[in-house]
């Protein structure tokens, strides 16, 4: 089985409306927390900066949240701005649909694919995602195989829709061509 893969060349931006100048796009920028604890709470947001005007504003991560209840390693992570935290809350959904954002994966991503002989037909790929980057597979297959858009509908088997968004591995069959 073939192996594509599935993974992000920066992180995405956030589509978010900027209350300065309308603009609708932000970006984590070189990615950055602000921290604030007590003994006993922690604050904690992800700073965000418009693209347009650089108004910085704050994403909530962790409000007024016990500091027993985190690993240690995980407030230091927030204290020095670890990237792969700032990543991996960026791209936590439920942060997202908290602070009412959605990402724009456009142009930071790539798939990954080992070269295909189609003329050995029946071939399957088995698509692997390393980072949730909403795909159409439709759209990924024919990109990936250098087919159009009518030979994916004619020559691809599939068991998930070809044409709903997803962010889940799945795998297909590319059968022989006329
Ligand atoms: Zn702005």
Redesign the pocket.
């Known amino acids: 089985m073939l192996p594509w893969v599935v993974r992000r060349t920066r992180l995405p931006l956030l589509s978010l409306r900027?209350a300065?100048?309308?603009?609708e796009s932000a970006t984590t920028g070189e990615g950055r927390f602000r921290v604030n604890a007590n003994s006993k709470l922690l604050d904690v947001w992800l700073l965000v900066h418009?693209v347009?005007?650089?108004?910085t504003s704050k994403r909530i991560v962790h409000k007024r949240a016990p500091v027993r209840s985190f690993d240690p390693a995980e407030i230091h992570g927030y204290r020095v701005n670890d990237p792969e935290l700032v990543a991996s809350r960026l791209l936590d959904p439920l942060l997202a649909r908290r602070n009412r954002f959605t990402l724009d994966w456009a142009g930071a991503w790539r798939l990954d694919t080992p070269p295909a002989r189609l003329n050995e037909a029946p071939v399957q790929v088995k698509v692997v995602f390393e980072d949730p980057v909403p795909v159409r597979p439709e759209r990924l297959i024919a990109q990936g195989l250098g087919l159009s858009r009518n030979d994916v509908l004619r020559r691809i088997e599939c068991d998930i829709p070809l044409r709903r968004p997803t962010s889940a591995g799945f795998t297909f069959t590319v059968m022989a061509g006329d």
Do not use: G, I, N, Y
């Open positions: 900027c300065d100048c309308r603009s418009c347009s005007c650089d108004r």
